[in-house]
């Protein structure tokens, strides 16, 4: 049972242009949504998130989308560079005060030069 | 400002044998929390320690048991190893009553 899903495995863009990256979500209990990056062999690293009370928040060139209705929320990168290329991954959770993560799949981005 | 470090980096063991992995968290951390990452998957969640007790569990066998000491640092053991224990097994910290949790390097571990 797939709570979080990240449909596109991979996602390749131009640098200067915006990357949007997609989550689904089915658990209509999830709260509060984080989006992690990744690099090989290194541990996630949190980049941005977003309470369920909210629609939209932005930090720098990210910015993160909720769509309750849909149980969707995006990423956007703007403009991507190509050290932004790392796996993403969208994360969210029951309740506040640190709960456990559900992660998805997670996307490859790669922004070329 | 330290941020959450783990050890061993990796870690090579034979099928039976058991394993002991060590989380120290961010500064001001109380909560650890353990998850295992599999080759090309998102990490799953397998427990949660605050105040030195497992306060959530993910759906992880009994062979999975942890502890936290005093200091908030956290060890995960797994007895008798399968093939499919073989992961990266991440360690993440939190303040109780805060939102977002703060993950370590890792530690790669192969069961052989």
């Known amino acids: 049972d797939q709570q979080v899903k990240q449909n596109s495995p991979s996602l390749s863009v131009q640098e200067g242009r915006i990357s949007i990256l997609n989550c689904d979500y089915t658990n209509s209990m999830f709260d509060y949504f984080l989006w992690y990056k990744k690099y090989p062999a290194e541990g996630p690293t949190f980049l941005i998130s977003i309470s369920s009370i909210k629609d939209k928040n932005e930090d720098g060139r990210f910015t993160v989308f909720l769509n309750k209705s849909a149980k969707h929320l995006s990423l956007h990168i703007v403009p991507s560079q190509p050290g932004d290329s790392a796996v993403y991954f969208c994360?969210?959770?029951?309740?506040?005060?640190?709960?456990?993560?559900?992660f998805g799949e997670g996307t490859q981005l790669t922004v070329n030069p | 400002d330290a941020g959450v470090t783990q050890s061993p980096t990796h870690l090579i063991k034979t099928r039976g044998q058991q394993v002991t992995l060590r989380c120290s968290p961010k500064s001001g951390h109380d909560t650890v929390s353990w998850y295992q990452q599999a080759l090309g998957q998102g990490p799953q969640f397998i427990f949660q320690y605050y105040e030195e007790e497992e306060r959530q569990r993910g759906n992880f066998p009994d062979r999975f048991s942890g502890h936290q000491f005093p200091n908030y640092s956290s060890e995960l053991n797994v007895n008798a190893l399968l093939l499919g224990d073989s992961a990266l097994y991440l360690c993440?910290?939190?303040?109780?009553?805060?939102?977002?949790?703060?993950f370590g390097p890792g530690t790669r571990l192969t069961v052989l």
């Open positions: 994360a969210a959770s029951e309740e506040t005060s640190g709960s456990r993560l559900t």
């Open positions: 993440a910290s939190s303040l109780i009553g805060t939102d977002t949790q703060y």
